[in-house]
């Protein structure tokens, strides 16, 4: 059990992706006995059970609504919606900040918490005398770098102005990001890979970094086989932002060919271009026939398509977190993944085959492989799926694991500290 006794949280729910992370975390920290304060730059008015869990005394949370309209003149175009949410999340972080001092200079904190964000900004002032642990979901230095090596991709789609500006602002991310991990006392990363491209990029130390996957709440929803009468009809499915680093190019190379070949298959394509990279151009020349293209859904549309699937495709060239893998086994699917997608890296062969990264022929033999073993009933059934799932993205565990990578880089730094 965690000694950490008043824990302070920066971030906010939401409904799927990395909110659906921070809802997790926050209902089960809600549950044990400790004092929570939450800092949030959004209400929590979809969450009323979560609210009901904070007593405003010993759970608390503390809202800085930023505001944000997509029918407005900033939030209409991608690019300008990419830059301005940058923009105006800044303020609101800093009263955020001004708030969490104030409560810190009343009752210090055993430790903060800062999810998803990795940047500081006005807290890295103040990061010698609080204990601030960051737990970030994005790299911007590896995002930066396969935004350089995809240029030949993305130059097809997106101006030269543009590619210039990003290159910008994620360098200037990034530069932020390695000052900021070194100032924190410590960050947990989604993953073993991911703290390798922290390593590397940004020259933190092993034992500063932590690892905590991300934690996945099994679907209320009964999973069956989905073809359970027909072995020979197989569906793919793949899910994830239409643009860089994602593989796209691998899979609308993989599919053409696959259904040409195998007739029983058919696989539907789940996503759209993000506010600062779009590759859905690539889409455009899938074969109409047994081929699907949804766009965007909801959380609970997502699920139902995984409920719907055999087999989920993750052909990432780089992806330290991978928040779908969790969610694709925990709807009792099993997985073909690169070996850069980082919440992989620890499951069984009979739930994932792995590939190396860009290697298109092994890519194409690892699902034939997959579908092969579906059809002959070689795969484990959808409840042992997941079954695997709660082994290993449990959300209890997961935050009970959290707390305690958060307790021991505190106790780290405090003790490096004290030596000095």
């Known amino acids: 059990m965690s000694r950490l006794l008043r ?40 969450f009323p059970e ?9 759970k608390r949370c503390l809202s800085f609504p930023f505001e944000w309209e997509w029918n407005s003149w900033y939030g209409r175009n991608r690019k300008v919606a990419f830059v301005m949410s940058f923009i105006r999340r800044l303020p609101v972080h800093g009263k955020i900040v001004n708030k969490l001092l104030t409560e810190h200079k009343k009752a210090p904190y055993d430790a903060i918490i800062q999810f998803s964000q ?18 970030p979901c994005v790299h911007a230095a590896g995002e930066r770098r396969w ?33 900021d991990y070194r100032r924190a006392r410590g960050v947990i990363g989604m993953s073993r890979r991911f703290n390798r491209h922290v390593m590397t990029d940004y020259g933190i130390a092993a034992d500063r970094l932590g690892v905590v996957y991300h934690p996945i709440e099994p679907p209320t929803t009964h999973v069956e086989a989905p073809q359970s009468a027909d072995r020979n009809h197989i569906r793919l499915l793949f899910v994830g932002r239409i643009s860089v680093r994602k593989g796209i190019e691998m899979l609308t190379e993989l599919v053409p060919p696959l259904l040409l070949k195998d ?121 042992a799926v997941r079954a695997v799932a709660a082994q290993f993205f449990d959300p209890s565990a997961m935050t009970s694991l959290l707390l305690a990578e958060t307790e021991r880089l505190v106790s780290a730094s405090v003790g490096n500290r004290d030596a000095k």
């Open 7 to 46: 824990l302070g949280w920066i971030g906010a729910p939401g409904t799927g992706g990395v909110g659906r992370m921070a809802y997790l975390f926050l209902r089960e920290l809600s549950k044990l006995d400790l004092s929570l304060d939450v800092y949030s730059n959004e209400e929590w008015t979809e």
């Open 50 to 58: 979560l609210l009901r869990t904070f007593d405003g005394k010993t």
């Open 118 to 135: 990795g940047e500081l900004f006005k807290l890295g002032k103040f990061a010698s005398a609080v204990p601030i642990v960051l737990y």
């Open 147 to 179: 935004c350089r090596r995809e240029v030949a991709l993305s130059r097809v789609s997106e101006p030269w102005w543009w590619r210039w500006a990003r290159d910008l602002y994620l360098g200037y991310r990034s530069l932020l990001q390695k000052r």
């Open 263 to 383: 007739p029983g298959v058919e696989i539907t394509v789940v996503g759209a271009a993000s506010l600062w990279s779009d590759y859905e151009y690539l889409l455009k020349d899938l074969p109409k026939e047994r081929c699907e293209w949804l766009r965007s859904l909801s959380n609970d549309k997502v699920h139902a398509e995984m409920r719907r699937a055999d087999i989920l495709l993750v052909p990432s060239h780089y992806e330290p977190g991978g928040i779908v893998v969790g969610e694709a086994l925990a709807n009792g699917m099993i997985i073909v993944a690169s070996d850069e997608v980082g919440s992989a890296e620890n499951l069984p062969r009979s739930v994932c085959r792995q590939f190396r990264r860009g290697d298109k022929e092994e890519f194409a033999s690892k699902v034939e492989e997959a579908i092969a073993d579906v059809r002959r009933g070689a795969c484990p059934s959808r409840e």
